[in-house]
């Protein structure tokens, strides 16, 4: 029988970040919103935590990634706020699809910056996954590439990539022309803005606005041949992709979460014809149904972190970690809106989060 308890270490790891999560993000949430980007005090306070640096020990990370610990942190994260936690995990993923599917030279040239003492919060990352015509699954990804001498030739559109402008490495997911399925899947590096890229800034977005993010569009791009990261069906780039999905679910739950124990203390206090509405049983049932899908999706996202640890078949762990994400973010979108409806007129109101919540889920598509 599958065991999913946290180990001792996993707690103590889990209770800091619920510490930042409360201290930290909750109470800068609207600040970062309206500034765009998190503080960078706090982001600075974050990295010094040691747990936005898994990396590589010889590179001055904290060690290598385990995907179950980082989804108990992720989750806290996306418990105090959903922009700011998508802000840290979107940068973690550009190091991180370098260290799992790179070579020694690349993750030398480009993890130890986000490792600095110093400086290493001012450093920024990004993956490209998701597409104008598609999701977060890897059978959707079509931008192309192709061989070409020394070179090669990008052509398709990205959308959502969180710190995409200026971040080093910016990791763009693209497929092998003429190729299927996770086989043809690559990972590559773009360090340069070069010919035939267009980056646009994602203006007038929803939610999310603590993590700045621009669409790519390639047209005929050359990228030299030695920006690839590994080859093209690679189980770095598979597993890479996976993280991804998995820590953006978890990131869901912790918004879910925080969406039903905000409405809930609200339900328990708010008094309607004498008696607190969380009484009444249309209120009471929304609450349980809450509670109910997140211990589901919950599940979903922990089995998919205990597979990846495992290092298990790569089209098996491609789509557990496709399921758990668009049940989380489902989950994340139906919770917030419910949490809304209980607080009634006060949902609406930039005095409770629960709204900015709510623009938090339905962004995160």
């Known amino acids: ?115 600095d003492d110093l400086e290493g919060y001012l450093q920024y990352g990004s993956l490209a996954f998701a597409e104008r015509t598609g999701g977060y699954t890897l059978d959707e990804v079509q931008a192309t590439v192709r061989r070409e001498g020394e070179h090669y030739i990008v052509n398709g559109t990205k959308r959502d990539v969180i710190h995409g402008r200026e971040s080093r490495p910016r990791v763009v997911l693209v497929r092998e022309e003429g190729s299927s399925g996770l086989q043809g899947v690559a990972a590559l590096l773009v360090p340069e803005r070069y010919a035939g890229m267009h980056i646009d800034a994602d203006t007038h977005k929803l939610g999310l606005l603590a993590a700045p993010s621009v669409s790519y569009r390639f047209e005929q791009v050359a990228v030299p041949a030695e920006h690839i990261l590994g080859k093209p069906g690679s189980n770095g780039v598979v597993r890479a992709a996976t993280l991804y999905n998995i820590l953006r679910a978890a990131v869901a739950c912790g918004m879910a979460r925080a969406a039903l124990e905000y409405s809930g203390a609200y339900a328990k206090e708010r008094i309607a014809f004498g008696r607190p509405i969380v009484s009444y049983q249309g209120i009471a049932f929304m609450l349980a149904e809450m509670a109910m899908k997140l211990d589901a999706a919950r599940l979903l996202v922990w089995k998919a972190a205990f597979d990846w640890d495992r290092d298990i078949e790569s089209e098996t762990l491609a789509r557990e970690g496709e399921s758990a994400q ?40």
């Open 1 to 115: 029988m599958l065991n999913f308890a946290p180990t001792e270490e996993q707690e103590e790891i889990r209770n800091l970040a619920r510490s930042l999560a409360v201290q930290q993000l909750r109470p800068h949430g609207r600040e970062a919103e309206k500034l765009g980007h998190a503080p960078g005090e706090m982001m600075k306070t974050i990295v010094q935590t040691g747990l936005t640096t898994p990396f590589p020990e010889r590179y001055g990370g904290s060690g290598p990634i385990e995907a179950v610990t980082y989804a108990l942190i992720a989750e806290e994260l996306g418990y105090g706020d959903g922009g700011i936690a998508m802000n840290i995990i979107g940068s973690m993923m550009g190091p991180l699809a370098v260290m799992l599917a790179g070579n020694e030279e690349q993750q030398a040239c480009y993890l130890p910056a986000f490792t």
């Open 326 to 365: 668009q049940q989380a973010i489902k989950l994340a979108k139906s919770a917030t809106i419910d949490a809304v409806q209980i607080m009634g007129g006060a949902g609406f109101m930039q005095d409770h989060p629960a709204e900015m919540w709510m623009r938090h889920a339905a962004a995160m598509e």
